[in-house]
């Protein structure tokens, strides 16, 4: 599985509403800033998203995104499955299709690809957007108990 920048702002999205869920609609320019993720951009990957199940928008001056599950109930594997789904079913893992693959059907590398490919979603699929959350929690705590140098390099 190739991870495109598309999935990199995606994720980063959906951590930043997880960030603020239950304080109400977040404007697409305030998750771009605090995410440094081209608004262009995440204009195109957020209305990507809207039919996953994962967010909602509201239109108007007090509208924005807004996660739909708890982050404790949405993983990356949910995500990056549904841009994938989006992008395409039929990809082979380490071509750009399996139909234009000069070897399609008779590839011994194949089941390897599939076997990485499913072992690196078994970490999407246990990663839950609230253990993102826990980890920065954590990096924060251990940033707040540096001296003062040290803090900054973490930044």
Not at 63 to 79: E, H, Q, S
Request: charged residues 25%; positive net charge; glycine residues 6%.
């Amino acid at each position: 599985m190739l991870i495109t920048q598309k999935h990199k702002y995606a994720l980063r999205a959906i951590f930043e509403l997880a960030k603020r869920y239950n304080h109400g609609q977040v404007k697409l320019a305030d998750i771009a800033e605090a995410q440094a993720i081209p608004l262009r951009f995440l204009e195109v990957i957020m209305a990507e998203l809207k039919p996953s199940g994962l967010v909602a928008s509201k239109r108007g001056y007090y509208g924005g995104y807004t996660l739909l599950r708890r982050p404790a109930n949405i993983t990356v594997g949910d995500i990056f499955r549904f841009l994938d789904d989006v992008q395409s079913q039929d990809r082979c893992n380490a071509c750009d299709a399996r139909e234009n693959c000069p070897l399609h059907g008779r590839c011994a590398f194949m089941p390897m690809w599939d076997r990485v490919q499913n072992a690196i979603y078994n970490v999407y699929d246990h990663t839950t957007i609230q253990d993102l959350l826990e980890n920065e929690s954590g990096l924060q705590m251990i940033a707040d108990t540096m001296p003062g140098k040290q803090r900054h390099a973490l930044s």
